[in-house]
């Protein structure tokens, strides 16, 4: 038995059963990362010393029958979620050797369950980009295609699960940074309700947008991972007091009385003719299974949301990254004639291109004089788009969507070309825009690369999603592909 | 919108940005580009339309006024750049 090839769900009852302990699993994991990293570029960070510690640890709490779904479990995070003792880089040579001296409290919610954690996963620059190749270190590689982008900002997190580097990852969502790399590897990516899952500890890009989710294999272990790390938190102050449900009671494979909506919208102008065909075909299968379908739902304020994000994005970033000032931790230009000077120097040599990009963006779009024809411009469209999803939620359980118009791209091809770029993540952005929560399931694959399904809902209606996907995944086998590595 | 040189170079200052001269031309490029891209959001009429800052209502949180432990002063200036004794070295501010 390939030990790192099998989902949460199915190790948990080995693990239970104790046919396997936790060492073995997550040394299966470490030889995995050793044989195949070199080629897909996941990891910033391999923990392999604290991850062995970790599931020795987690094999005693199993020997005396306490444990979670979780426990003994190996994970990966994104390496813009604080943990404590273990480097935190953002991809970014800003923070290069910056080492938390705190958890994230979803690492801590994950600590208590027994994690076992493997490493840190290689993102865009403070999550900008939609293809991970903004990170400052290298790109990591899409395992189904290696001359091709995992998507972005949460590459190297995805490709860990993709490639069975790991059971499950997190990642975190501002634009799509979950799902759109979910649909471009074929795994699981759920972006929550905004405040349904703490951000503290989580490095800020865009506050108001940011949305720490997991990446899982299947649907089953997404639910699981969702009930270790949703709940209220009071040390962020933006984190909703409703209690969370259990959310595996939401996988049953029926989808009778459920009623989805196609917004025409989604299929955008220039989206790929195999990903309009591969999305129709799988929203067909949804009715097949009991769905009502209406092919004929209008968002007519989605054109708008491209625009809209990527003001209110770089505005909030701007304020966010101004804290990188060479003075309390991070990179510092050491060689500067005053304390300006030096600033501006940290500023110029620790960080990349997309996120200076991004400040000046969003500098423009807050200065005076352009305020009121952009920045607020941009959060009254904003109402338009949530008002939208409001009123299709009076008559729709979900939305279903493509993820992205196209399957992943080559590396390279839109590196320079930063509205192109933007383009990749048209269909997740106005789901972020809005708070709403969104999941991204596997529909099949074009000349052999990954269709994602987008599937959205209604403020905290995260079980009506994992339901519809869970059904969708029991009646077909796209999720059961692996990459040839 | 076309940006000029000296619009950019104006923005960097406002971010305590450095940049090179490559930069600023190639940045006066890219975001003219997408700026005059993002002028479709003037053909939406908002009028009467409040803005939205956040996507859940927020309502200011407060909690009891009591101390508790924070972290060590030595685990918060383990990450400095330049550090003397418990404090952050910085430069002159007022010279």
């Known amino acids: ?485 | 919108m076309k940006l000029s040189r000296e619009e950019v170079k104006h923005l960097a200052l406002l971010a305590r940005l450095g940049l090179d001269e490559d930069e600023v031309e190639r940045l006066r490029e890219q975001l003219s580009n997408i700026l005059e891209n993002f002028e479709i959001l003037q053909q939406v009429d908002t009028t009467d339309v409040p803005p939205t800052a956040h996507s859940i209502a927020l309502e200011n949180v407060l909690r009891e006024d009591e101390a508790g432990p924070s972290l060590p002063a030595d685990q918060i200036l383990a990450n400095a750049p330049n550090r003397e004794d418990d404090f952050f070295k910085v430069r002159a501010v007022l010279e």
């Open chain 1, 1 to 485: 038995m390939d030990l790192c090839r099998l989902t949460i769900h199915e190790a948990a009852q080995l693990l239970k059963r104790h046919e396997i302990s936790s060492v073995e699993l997550t040394q299966a994991c470490l030889d995995r990362i050793k044989k195949v990293d070199d080629k897909v570029r996941a990891f910033v960070t391999v923990s392999d010393a604290l991850a062995l510690q970790q599931a020795k640890e987690a094999d005693q709490r199993l020997s005396q029958g306490d444990g979670s779904p979780l426990t003994g479990i190996p994970a990966v995070i994104k390496d813009n979620i604080c943990t404590k003792g273990i480097r935190t880089t953002c991809s970014s040579k800003m923070l290069e050797n910056f080492i938390p001296p705190y958890n994230a409290t979803v690492v801590m919610r994950l600590n208590a369950c027994g994690m076992v954690m493997l490493g840190k996963g290689n993102m865009d620059e403070f999550a900008m980009g939609s293809s991970t190749e903004h990170s400052a270190f290298f790109p990591s590689h899409n395992p189904w295609d290696l001359t091709r982008v995992p998507g972005g900002s949460s590459g190297g997190s995805t490709v860990s699960v993709a490639a069975d580097e790991a059971m499950y990852a997190l990642g975190s969502d501002t634009g799509g940074s979950i799902r759109q790399p979910a649909g471009f590897c074929s795994v699981v990516g759920l972006k929550p309700t905004y405040g349904r899952v703490s951000r503290y500890g989580l490095v800020a890009f865009a506050s108001s947008l940011d949305q720490i989710g997991p990446l899982t294999k299947d649907v089953t272990d997404c639910a699981l991972v969702m009930n270790a790390i949703s709940g209220h938190d009071p040390r962020d102050s933006t984190s909703l007091p409703h209690p969370p449900p259990d959310y595996t009671g939401s996988l049953i494979p029926d989808l009778r009385r459920l009623r989805l909506g196609v917004p025409r919208e989604y299929f955008v102008e220039g989206m790929q003719k195999g990903v309009a065909e591969a999305i129709r075909s799988a929203i067909t299968k949804l009715a097949e299974l009991g769905a009502e379908i209406d092919w004929e739902v209008s968002l007519p304020s989605t054109r708008y949301g491209l625009a809209a994000y990527y003001i209110i994005a770089p505005s909030e970033a701007s304020a966010n990254l101004a804290r990188y000032d060479g003075v309390k931790y991070g990179f510092s230009a050491r060689v500067a004639e005053s304390m300006w000077d030096a600033m501006e120097k940290t500023k110029q040599q620790g960080f990349g291109p997309e996120v200076k990009r991004r400040i000046m963006l969003g500098t423009y779009a807050l200065s005076a004089g352009y305020y009121d024809a952009y920045y607020l411009k941009a959060q009254k469209v904003r109402t338009l788009i949530r008002r939208e999803f409001d009123q299709a939620f009076e008559k729709f359980d979900a939305l279903v969507t493509p993820i992205s118009p196209t399957v992943p791209f080559k590396i390279g091809e839109k590196v320079d070309d930063p509205l192109q770029m933007y383009l990749s993540d048209v269909c997740t952005l106005p789901i972020n825009i809005a708070g709403v929560p969104a999941l991204s399931v596997p529909a099949g694959f074009v000349e052999g690369l990954p269709v994602g399904m987008q599937i959205i809902g209604k403020p905290l209606s995260e079980e009506a999603l994992l339901r519809v996907a869970f059904a969708y995944e029991q009646a077909t086998d796209w999720h059961k592909r692996r990459p040839a590595l």
